[in-house]
């Protein structure tokens, strides 16, 4: 069964924490991104990778860190930086020089 | 910053009726894409439109371009109660046409009354 998994569902962050966000494709897709969605909002793009490890900033990617060290995998991590992470998270993937994305189902992170 | 900006905020309308949104944009694109999002959920793709073409259809839907005016619009003909949703346009965020990600507007949240 394709597609893009994306874990936990919901995740609770402590003051001063760093939480890393796990995004895995099994779409073969070369390129990976990151958006963040923020209530009544459109999404804003934070990372995107169109090659294993490479990656480039967003619009809104201070305070936040990824890696890609492999083709399925484009782990997010929030870190203490980021004074305002309550958001809905949304990770996408599509192939070499394709325009559509293909979108996971999110994870809501929340602020203790 | 959002490049496009989708109208009206709201729509709620009865079953079986036709639904009309509307997205306006600020920059010249090589293509326009419409997704939905359901309570809660991802995105999910419903059409993309290139600046060459005027008109595109797929099921239900009916997509408009024009590049003249920097606007779109999706026709969602016979609503259902399924229809219920939020709908984005989403256009290219740097010049690489999408590929390097995708810029949202804040979306039309449509709602279809039985």
């Known amino acids: 069964d394709g597609g893009i998994t994306q874990s936990p569902k919901y995740l609770f962050r402590k003051e001063g924490q760093n939480v890393t966000l796990s995004c895995e494709q099994n779409l073969n897709h070369d390129a990976m991104y990151w958006y963040r969605q923020d209530p009544g909002q459109g999404l804003r793009l934070i990372y995107y990778?169109?090659?294993?490890?490479?990656?480039q900033k967003g619009d809104i990617a201070e305070g936040y860190s990824v890696s890609r060290e492999k083709k399925e995998s484009f782990p997010l991590t929030v870190t203490s930086a980021q004074k305002n992470p309550t958001a809905f998270y949304l990770c996408?993937?599509?192939?070499?020089?394709?325009?559509?994305?293909?979108f996971g189902p999110g994870t809501r992170l929340l602020v203790l | 910053s959002q490049q496009g900006e989708e109208d009206p905020q709201a729509l709620s309308i009865q079953e079986g009726e036709n639904a009309t949104m509307n997205c306006s944009y600020k920059t010249s694109i090589n293509n326009l894409q419409w997704y939905r999002q359901n309570s809660g959920r991802g995105l999910v793709h419903l059409i993309l439109?290139?600046?060459?073409?005027r008109e595109k259809h797929s099921g239900r839907l009916r997509v408009t371009l024009d590049t003249s005016k920097k606007s779109s619009s999706l026709l969602i003909t016979a609503s259902r109660a399924a229809d219920t949703a939020s709908y984005f346009c989403a256009t290219p965020a740097y010049s690489g046409g999408g590929a390097d990600g995708l810029t949202f507007g804040k979306g039309t949240h449509l709602i279809i009354q039985p």
């Open positions: 990778s169109q090659i294993v490890n490479d990656f």
């Open positions: 996408a993937s599509s192939n070499a020089g394709q325009e559509t994305q293909y």
């Open positions: 439109i290139r600046s060459n073409e």
